[in-house]
Every structure is written in C-alpha cells, then in structure tokens.
C-alpha cells in the first residue's frame, strides 16, 4: 500500500498537479518572453562581440539563483540548474549572435544598430531569429528554476555566440565552447536545440531523424596548365577547359554515384576566376565552391571522388590540380533513439497533428559539434502567422517572427527536459 501511494505520488497526482500549474506559469511568462525578444530584437551584437546581449541574459540567471559562467568561448554564458534529486545531465542551447544585415520591418522596436564588418559599415539584425532563441530560452531557465523541486538530474543552459560564424581569423561557436569544456563537468548525457521558422506556421513542430541540416563545406581547386596564344592550344595546356571537364566531373558523382534515396547532397562550383584577355590561354584558374551532405558516409563518398576527379582529370588532359576542403559545420544529424524517446513529448505539447516530419534542409548550423559528442536533438518551431503567403527567408531584410510562436518553445523545451531526466 506504502508502496503504491508512493507510485501514485509520484507518476499521478503530482504529474497532474504539475501540468495544469505549468501551464499556469506558461501563459504568465509569455508577456516577458516577448518583452525580452523585443530588447534583443532592437539591440543585435554580431558574432563573438554579444557582449551586451551576454550581460543581459547573465542578469537573468542569476537572478534565477543559477550557478552562471561568463566568458565561454568569449562572450557565451552557461548556467547549471541542479535539480532536488541525482541524475542524468541535460543540455540546452540558444545561439545568441546577429547578422551584418540592415533591418526594413517597420517594427516599434526595429534595430537601428549598426556596426562595422570585413571593413564595411553595415547594419545588424536579428535576421536569424536568434534573439527569440534567448528569450526562449530565459523563460525555460526561469519555469525550470521554480520547479527545481520535480526535476531529477540537472539542467544545463548553453548561450552560445557566433552561430553564424566568427568573424576571420577568430575562433568561436560551437566548437569553441566544446574546446573550453562545455560538455563536461558535469558531463552531458543529452542536448537539445531549436530554430524557429519564418516559413512554418505558428504552432507547428518540425523534425527529421538522422541529417535535419547539412554538413557545409568550402572547396578550393587550383588547377595548373601551360600558358599559350589563344589562337594555338595545341602549345599549351588549357586550365579553363580542365576546369570545366571537373566541374562535369564533380556533378556526375552527385547524378551517377550518390545514392540519393538515402539523402540529397549538393556540390556547387560559385566562383572561377582565370585568365585575362580573349586571346590567351592562361596558366591556371582557381574554383570555388560549396558541397551539402546530410550522410556522413556520402560525405566521405563525395570527397574521396571529388579528390580522385580533381587530380585524374587534370591529368589526363596534361595538367594538374589539387583540392582542398575546409568544414564550415558538420551534420546536424538528430540521434534516431532520441528522436523515438521524444517524439511523445512533441506530441503532447503541440498536439499530434502539430508535429510534423520535415525534409531536411541544406543549410548548415553548429549545432552539430554538440551532436558529434553527445546524442542531440534539434528541430525547427513554427514562427509564421497563419495563413501569410510571403513569408520572408532567414538573413534578408525583411525577416520576421510572429511573437506567437515562442510560447511553444518555451513549453517544448521544459517538457523535453522534465520527460527526459524523470523517465
Ligand atoms: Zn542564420
Ligand atoms: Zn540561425
């Protein structure tokens, strides 16, 4: 008897108590949640210099009671929740950085920030939306920290700068902080991360097992031929025509050896540059590009001929070239287990004929590194007005959120945490 009022207490009656004064706490801290969107909305920092964005969102947690650390990966904040009862580690992240974009919404709360990037005055924009990610994540921290009592294990918040990138030459994001150990101490077991969308309808949930976002890269290829007079190729060897046989190449190994059926990929060749004037062959052009791939292994694939071609091409018409690749982000690749274990929960708070399977997208988002290390799950959260058939793209001018859209953020990520740490 003992016994089973102990289950009852605790999988039924405080559960049920808990839900419907949760939903209570939800609706009373949407107000704050878009009054703290808005402040960020109108004061964006670019990538590795959101220091005031830091300072703010550092006020918050520690006025939450949370153990708060500044300076991570520069200008990150990380704070630690320590539920009443032992267990597993839960991680939760929001990137936190804007974009060299110069806002066109006539908002009351527009930003007239501006800033200087690669050299050029600019304005800066929350084109991305992350500023609905911190405010999100703020109201999380906040219902979690009231309810520290019915969590067992911790929580663990990870604001993250510089998303999009850091600027040349420095080092930040995802991958810096995972370098300065945010992962550890204490070690997490699981992480979990949102996008909103300016092109899913307010309410929805959107998720993907496996690859949800690709892996960048950037590709360089020298290609090295022998100068000549136009008019007489047979004396040279001509670097433009190499080039183009590789691009052939290139876009064979996505058409003839990518199986497709298992995910898409993309190679794409954005910038040549060779020669000088019409009648010359020149010495050697230079290509640039992009690859996407949500597999790792046609990554591996994609690479592996990309090289081969690169080299035997060249070659075999009298040449030579080389290739290099740089990673931009890896996979965003959603742990399958993971995404069966919290399915239930996405269904719960948004309502099964919310939740909807996407497509993946080719776009990439660091996110990934958290994934390479521990199991993650990220998923995009509906941010558009019902209905709106012009629903502007991420990083343009006129990018916008509806506000209505946070909320279920905010219940998404608190339900994923207590359903993960206390089943
Ligand atoms: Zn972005
Ligand atoms: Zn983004």
């Given at each position: 008897m003992?016994?089973?009022?102990?289950?009852?207490?605790?999988?039924?009656?405080?559960?049920?108590?808990?839900?419907?004064?949760?939903?209570?706490?939800?609706?009373?801290?949407?107000?704050?949640?878009?009054?703290?969107?808005?402040?960020?909305?109108?004061?964006?920092?670019?990538?590795?210099?959101?220091?005031?964005?830091?300072?703010?969102?550092?006020?918050?947690?520690?006025?939450?009671?949370?153990?708060?650390?500044?300076?991570?990966?520069?200008?990150g904040?990380?704070?630690?929740?320590?539920?009443?009862?032992?267990?597993?580690?839960?991680?939760?992240?929001?990137?936190?950085?804007?974009?060299?974009?110069?806002?066109?919404?006539?908002?009351?709360?527009?930003?007239?920030?501006?800033?200087?990037?690669?050299?050029?005055?600019?304005?800066?924009?929350?084109?991305?939306?992350?500023?609905?990610?911190?405010?999100?994540?703020?109201?999380?921290?906040?219902?979690?920290?009231?309810?520290?009592?019915?969590?067992?294990?911790?929580?663990?918040?990870?604001f993250?700068?510089?998303?999009?990138?850091?600027?040349?030459?420095?080092?930040?994001?995802?991958?810096?902080?995972?370098?300065?150990?945010?992962?550890?101490?204490?070690?997490?077991?699981?992480?979990?991360?949102l996008?909103?969308?300016?092109?899913?309808?307010?309410?929805?949930?959107?998720?993907?097992?496996?690859?949800?976002?690709?892996?960048?890269?950037?590709?360089?290829?020298?290609?090295?031929?022998?100068?000549?007079?136009?008019?007489?190729?047979w004396?040279?060897?001509?670097?433009i025509?190499?080039?183009?046989?590789?691009?052939?190449?290139?876009?064979?190994?996505?058409?003839?050896?990518?199986?497709?059926?298992?995910?898409?990929?993309?190679?794409?060749?954005?910038?040549?540059?060779s020669?000088?004037?019409?009648?010359?062959?020149?010495?050697?052009?230079?290509?640039?590009?992009?690859?996407?791939?949500?597999?790792?292994d046609?990554?591996?694939?994609?690479?592996?001929?990309?090289?081969?071609?690169?080299?035997t091409?060249?070659?075999?018409?009298?040449?030579?070239?080389?290739?290099?690749?740089?990673?931009?982000?890896?996979?965003?690749?959603?742990?399958?287990?993971?995404?069966?274990?919290?399915?239930?929960?996405?269904?719960?708070?948004?309502?099964?004929?919310?939740v909807?399977?996407?497509?993946?997208?080719?776009?990439?988002?660091?996110?990934?590194?958290?994934?390479?290390?521990?199991?993650?799950?990220?998923?995009?959260?509906?941010?558009?007005?019902?209905?709106?058939?012009?629903?502007?793209?991420?990083?343009?001018?006129?990018?916008?959120?509806?506000?209505?859209?946070?909320?279920?953020?905010?219940?998404?990520?608190?339900?994923?945490t207590?359903?993960?740490?206390?089943?």
């Amino acid at each position: 008897m003992k016994y089973l009022i102990f289950l009852f207490t605790c999988f039924g009656i405080i559960n049920v108590y808990s839900q419907d004064n949760l939903e209570q706490q939800f609706i009373d801290i949407e107000e704050k949640v878009i009054e703290w969107r808005r402040h960020f909305h109108e004061n964006p920092e670019l990538s590795n210099r959101e220091f005031k964005t830091a300072e703010t969102i550092t006020r918050h947690l520690k006025s939450l009671g949370l153990e708060v650390k500044t300076g991570v990966a520069h200008t990150g904040v990380v704070a630690i929740l320590k539920g009443n009862s032992p267990g597993k580690v839960v991680a939760l992240r929001a990137d936190i950085d804007a974009l060299p974009v110069t806002e066109r919404n006539d908002l009351p709360f527009k930003s007239k920030i501006k800033a200087t990037f690669l050299n050029t005055e600019t304005g800066v924009m929350h084109a991305c939306g992350h500023d609905t990610h911190i405010a999100i994540l703020m109201g999380v921290a906040e219902i979690l920290s009231k309810n520290k009592d019915k969590i067992r294990g911790t929580v663990k918040f990870i604001f993250q700068p510089a998303e999009e990138g850091p600027p040349p030459g420095e080092e930040g994001g995802a991958k810096l902080m995972i370098k300065e150990g945010v992962l550890e101490n204490p070690k997490v077991d699981a992480i979990f991360g949102l996008h909103i969308s300016s092109d899913t309808e307010v309410g929805k949930i959107e998720y993907k097992s496996g690859g949800i976002m690709a892996g960048v890269e950037r590709f360089v290829v020298n290609v090295k031929g022998k100068q000549t007079h136009g008019s007489a190729p047979w004396n040279g060897v001509d670097p433009i025509y190499i080039s183009a046989k590789i691009i052939d190449g290139y876009q064979s190994i996505i058409s003839r050896e990518s199986n497709l059926l298992v995910e898409p990929a993309v190679i794409t060749v954005g910038k040549i540059t060779s020669g000088v004037r019409f009648n010359i062959i020149p010495e050697s052009a230079e290509l640039i590009g992009t690859i996407r791939t949500l597999d790792l292994d046609m990554k591996k694939l994609i690479f592996k001929r990309m090289t081969e071609m690169t080299e035997t091409i060249a070659k075999a018409y009298g040449g030579e070239a080389s290739i290099e690749f740089q990673e931009n982000t890896t996979i965003t690749y959603n742990d399958p287990d993971l995404v069966t274990q919290m399915l239930p929960t996405f269904e719960k708070v948004a309502g099964k004929e919310n939740v909807v399977l996407t497509k993946a997208v080719t776009g990439g988002e660091d996110f990934s590194y958290f994934q390479e290390v521990v199991p993650g799950l990220y998923f995009f959260l509906g941010g558009m007005t019902p209905g709106n058939k012009n629903a502007f793209p991420h990083h343009t001018p006129d990018f916008k959120i509806d506000e209505s859209g946070m909320l279920l953020g905010v219940k998404t990520l608190t339900n994923i945490t207590f359903d993960f740490l206390n089943n």
